[in-house]
């Protein structure tokens, strides 16, 4: 059976207690803007706003290279323009792909958040009901 994201959704809303759908609504699906400003928080903080930084810096070179480039005739010159363009675009596209992939830590981090959250309600509902061996109420009194 295939599902898609969506219908998973629905079928996890429907099978959750409305006090806990209420509470995975709050947690809702962040926006791109919301997962970018994720990427400045936390014990990375700084390396990213280094990265980001760095990925402005060699932008702006890279502009400048490809200036020079287009501003000279002659061969050698030329080469070294370009090489330079070429190095700063590539150093630009993989601190971008890095960004990427910290967006998606944070999005994978969000997830499990969400789902340690779901067992630790379903353990409460159980604890409660009592239908766990060896919980706190059972060995208190043992």
Not at 40 to 69: D, K, P, Q, S
Not at 107 to 124: D, P, T
């Amino acid at each position: 059976m295939k599902t898609s994201d969506r219908d998973f959704d629905e079928l996890l809303g429907e099978a959750l207690s409305r006090e806990e759908a209420d509470i995975f609504e709050r947690l809702g699906k962040p926006s791109v803007f919301d997962l970018v400003t994720d990427t400045f928080r936390g014990t990375m903080r700084w390396l990213n706003i280094l990265a980001y930084v760095f990925t402005i810096v060699l932008f702006g070179l890279g502009v400048v290279c490809l200036f020079g480039l287009l501003g000279t005739e002659h061969p050698p010159t030329m080469l070294r323009w370009g090489l330079g363009f070429s190095f700063c675009m590539l150093a630009v596209t993989a601190l971008k792909l890095w960004f990427w992939m910290e967006i998606q830590r944070h999005s994978i981090l969000r997830e499990i958040k969400r789902v340690e959250l779901q067992v630790a309600h379903l353990g409460a509902q159980l604890r409660g009901a009592g239908l766990v061996p060896g919980s706190r109420g059972n060995q208190a009194g043992s």
